[in-house]
């Protein structure tokens, strides 16, 4: 399953996939960060769907349209607040990670991009991020052959690298 995972540098909205995913948060307002910079992007039918779904656990996901955005649909997913890593932070951020895979498999979606969830305003450390990340990812691929590819598009040359060391961690190869 690690080979249908890419990290890569770049602008995640211009990612050539089917779906984005938004590190949302759970009442799904998008007023800053990633979040705010997709739903501007991608307009107000966005917005118009987030208010009707209303709240999301953290951990699970939705879809809504991706509105002007290339890509056919975004699936926001509420991470984790990190409080030090002992109040089930690892396995809630591995569940957004598993969500938007099965959400992807269940639209159709055979492709799917990712930010590095949590690691901003939410302070999820991006190191600790990436280990927990790239297993959950591969962990949900092993269950949906469907969804080829997923790529991790960071812009932050921290989250580049943590992702790449772990994806390579993971391969069993020397980053």
Same mark, same amino acid.
């Given at each position: 399953?690690?080979?249908r995972?890419?990290v890569?540098?770049?602008d995640?909205?211009a990612?050539?996939v089917?779906a984005i995913?938004?590190a ?11 979040a705010?910079?997709?739903?501007? #992007?991608?307009?107000p039918? *966005?917005?118009?769907e $987030? ?6 656990? /953290? &951990?699970?996901?939705v879809?809504?349209?991706a ?9 926001h997913?509420?991470g984790?607040l ?6 089930g ?5 591995a569940d957004?990670h598993?969500?938007?895979v #099965?959400l992807a498999a269940? *639209?159709?979606?055979? $492709?799917?991009?990712?930010?590095a969830?949590? /690691? &901003?305003i939410?302070?999820y450390p991006?190191g600790?991020?990436?280990?927990v990340?790239?297993p ?7 269950r949906h052959?469907e969804v080829e590819?997923?790529?991790?598009c960071?812009?932050?040359a921290e989250a580049?690298?943590a ?6 961690a993971?391969?069993g190869q020397?980053p």
């Amino acid at each position: 399953m690690l080979e249908r995972i890419e990290v890569t540098a770049g602008d995640l909205l211009a990612a050539p996939v089917d779906a984005i995913v938004n590190a949302a948060n759970e009442r799904l307002h998008h007023g800053g960060g990633l979040a705010r910079a997709i739903a501007s #992007a991608a307009g107000p039918e *966005l917005v118009r769907e $987030s208010r009707e779904i209303g709240f999301v656990p /953290t &951990g699970q996901a939705v879809a809504t349209t991706a509105g002007r955005l290339p890509q056919r649909y975004v699936l926001h997913t509420p991470g984790p607040l990190w409080r030090g890593g002992g109040e089930g932070e690892p396995e809630l951020l591995a569940d957004c990670h598993r969500s938007v895979v #099965a959400l992807a498999a269940q *639209l159709g979606a055979r $492709s799917l991009a990712l930010p590095a969830i949590s /690691t &901003g305003i939410f302070g999820y450390p991006v190191g600790l991020a990436a280990e927990v990340a790239v297993p959950a990812t591969a962990e949900a691929l092993a269950r949906h052959p469907e969804v080829e590819r997923v790529r991790f598009c960071l812009r932050e040359a921290e989250a580049h690298q943590a992702f790449a060391r772990a994806l390579s961690a993971a391969r069993g190869q020397t980053p």
